[in-house]
């Protein structure tokens, strides 16, 4: 654009004058240098530039990307902001009287003349290019009452201020600009201290990482923020009005779209880069909430790691404890076989004492006792010996409940099966599996003392056959729910339990290459899910 402002033609006017121009952009370019927004230092512009013009109206059109920001003052001072559509390379003094609904009359002097359009006798204008170095154009426009009141000398010392002008609105981007950057890297910097605490309960976490969003955006005051992960939900800022413009952005945790994290305004602002937010700020949020994905990631990964250690530190006790009772199993079987042997071979002595044959009934009984804990302490060690078939579940469950059914009477407890049909076959020891379904029933039965249901699931799925045994008995807390596969722990009275139930379980199941899982709430009642590999055929 060939157009710029010319020197002042009236080189003998009076000095107060140009004093009085002087100081006009002195103030412009202060201005610019102020913590404003860009509208707010537009519409401050704006009337300081109408204050000495005695126009009737003043406007100041700024070139954005795809817009026009327009700054408006009238004769009262009242001042507003409002955005136009521009095509690029729209800027020139004839655009703007297309969109301003002026009649252009022609360049003079440097300034470009215009009427409104329709009523050429009651008003006229003058637009005054204002050549800033870093962007496209920017343009005053100064309307007048009468046909001839805006004049070359009434639009004087805008036409002096045009330069400040031009250095004022390149500085303000750029102080704006700074500013915005500033506060990208402060809430950035705060987000990447609260790392450190990421392990802190999620809710906290969440609150504080909303608090942060406010601050960075362009109005403070008006911005709300919030957080969406899973169910976990925080706002910020003033939550209680409804935003009137809202920027999103996915939170994702390892490529899975978990929830979102959002900016609003809770009133209108004039239209920028992305409704009234600027790219900056989109960018921003989109990296905030990059940042957040990758700190819950950790999160998350840090909670697994010390599930899984937690659960290996488990497995690798059971097996110590497992080797442990294999060995005394074994030590104790060659003698136990020999009490039990003698003693029934002393009981067939003739003349024997009936309180020495009594005597010798209470060692055998004893002896069996010993050698039952014994065999149950080989199958947790997974010492027994096992005679591997196709074995169908369900059949197995059957078996399981019908030895059991008189006592579910007694205990007013009611089966309730839901049986995979077709179920396959695992490749497991018929006894063994029928071990695990009466163990398990039994301690869901004796978990319900009011009695309940006692709901026994099988299904397929993944290469293997899933047996869930749920009851609705008293539960367990955490740290009895840890203890549990360890032999001899139980919270029986002496009679009830030995304790061997569930490590039994553990080791058949281990045995069989399958898994066990078990969640208990206190009060709510128990569920334990085993898991056992299918031969590979139904
Ligand atoms: N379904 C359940 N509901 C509530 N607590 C349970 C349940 N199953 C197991 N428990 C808890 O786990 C402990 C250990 O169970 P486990 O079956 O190994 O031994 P036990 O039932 O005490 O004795 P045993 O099974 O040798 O007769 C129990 O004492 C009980 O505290
Ligand atoms: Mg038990």
């Known amino acids: 654009m060939e157009a710029v402002a010319q020197p002042n033609p009236n080189a003998g006017e009076p000095r107060e004058r140009s004093q009085q121009a002087l100081t006009l952009g002195e103030r412009l370019v202060r201005l610019a240098g102020l913590e404003f927004s860009q509208v707010d230092f537009l519409t401050a512009a704006c009337r300081k530039l109408a204050g000495g013009s005695g126009a009737a109206a003043l406007?100041?059109?700024?070139?954005?990307?795809?817009?026009?920001?327009?700054?408006?003052?009238?004769?009262?001072?009242?001042?507003?902001?409002?955005?136009?559509?521009?095509?690029?390379?729209?800027?020139?003094?004839?655009?703007?009287?297309?969109?301003?609904?002026?009649?252009?009359?022609?360049?003079?002097?440097?300034?470009?003349?215009?009427?409104?359009?329709?009523?050429?006798?009651?008003?006229?204008?003058?637009?005054?290019?204002?050549?800033a170095a870093r962007s496209p154009e920017a343009w005053l426009v100064v309307r007048g009452d009468g046909p001839d009141y805006v004049t070359r000398r009434s639009v004087d010392a805008l036409v002096r201020a045009a330069g400040p002008l031009a250095v004022a609105l390149d500085q303000q981007r750029a102080v704006a600009a700074l500013r915005e950057r500033v506060k990208e890297i402060t809430s950035l910097m705060r987000l990447s201290r609260l790392e450190a605490r990421a392990d802190e309960d999620l809710d906290v976490l969440l609150a504080e990482i909303a608090d942060l969003l406010p601050p960075a955006w362009q109005?403070?005051?008006?911005?709300?923020?919030?957080?969406?992960?899973?169910?976990?939900?925080?706002?910020?800022?003033?939550?209680?009005?409804?935003?009137?413009?809202?920027?999103?952005?996915?939170?994702?945790?390892?490529?899975?779209?978990?929830?979102?994290?959002?900016?609003?305004?809770?009133?209108?602002?004039v239209a920028l880069d992305d409704g009234p937010f600027l790219r900056e700020e989109r960018e921003l949020l989109d990296t905030f909430a990059r940042h957040v994905g990758a700190m819950l990631e950790r999160r998350e990964s840090r909670e697994e790691r010390a599930r899984l250690e937690t659960q290996l530190r488990h497995a690798d006790r059971l097996a110590t404890i497992g080797t442990l009772a294999a060995g005394v199993a074994h030590e104790?079987?060659?003698?136990?076989?020999?009490?039990?042997?003698?003693?029934?071979?002393?009981?067939?002595?003739?003349?024997?004492?009936?309180?020495?044959?009594?005597?010798?009934?209470?060692?055998?009984?004893?002896?069996?006792?010993?050698?039952e804990i014994v065999r149950q302490l080989m199958l947790f060690a997974r010492q027994a010996p096992?005679?591997?078939?196709?074995?169908?579940?369900?059949?197995?469950?059957?078996?399981?409940?019908?030895?059991?059914?008189?006592?579910?009477?007694?205990?007013?407890?009611?089966?309730?099966?839901?049986?995979?049909?077709?179920?396959?076959?695992?490749?497991?020891?018929?006894?063994?599996?029928?071990?695990?379904?009466?163990?398990?029933?039994?301690?869901?039965?004796?978990s319900m003392p009011e009695g309940g249901p006692l709901r026994i699931v099988t299904r397929a799925g993944g290469g293997a056959v899933e047996l869930i045994v749920t009851d609705t008995g008293v539960g367990m807390p955490p740290e009895v729910a840890e203890k549990v596969f360890l032999p001899f722990f139980t919270t029986k009275e002496v009679n009830e339990g030995t304790g061997l139930g569930l490590a039994v379980v553990h080791g058949i199941v281990t045995a069989h290459g399958g898994t066990i899982a078990l969640e208990s709430a206190v009060g709510a009642g128990t569920t334990v899910r085993v898991s056992l590999p299918t031969d590979g055929h139904a």
């Open 386 to 446: 096992t005679e591997v078939q196709p074995v169908d579940t369900n059949q197995v469950v059957h078996d399981a409940l019908s030895m059991l059914s008189s006592r579910c009477r007694r205990a007013r407890v009611t089966p309730d099966l839901e049986l995979g049909d077709p179920l396959p076959k695992v490749r497991a020891d018929r006894s063994q599996l029928q071990q695990v379904v009466i163990n398990l029933a039994v301690n869901a039965i004796q």
């Open 219 to 269: 109005y403070p005051g008006i911005t709300a923020a919030g957080l969406v992960v899973d169910a976990h939900t925080a706002v910020a800022g003033p939550a209680d009005r409804e935003p009137v413009a809202v920027l999103r952005a996915p939170v994702e945790i390892g490529d899975r779209h978990r929830g979102e994290i959002w900016v609003g305004y809770v009133e209108p602002r």
């Open 59 to 131: 406007q100041l059109w700024v070139p954005e990307a795809d817009r026009w920001l327009r700054a408006d003052v009238d004769a009262s001072g009242a001042a507003s902001v409002t955005d136009l559509p521009r095509t690029s390379g729209d800027s020139d003094g004839a655009a703007i009287c297309a969109l301003a609904a002026l009649e252009p009359v022609g360049w003079d002097h440097g300034l470009f003349v215009a009427r409104p359009a329709g009523q050429p006798d009651q008003a006229s204008a003058m637009l005054v290019p204002v050549p």
């Open 332 to 371: 104790l079987n060659e003698p136990l076989g020999a009490v039990l042997g003698f003693s029934q071979l002393a009981r067939r002595h003739e003349d024997l004492p009936q309180a020495a044959e009594d005597d010798l009934g209470k060692i055998e009984a004893a002896a069996l006792h010993a050698r």
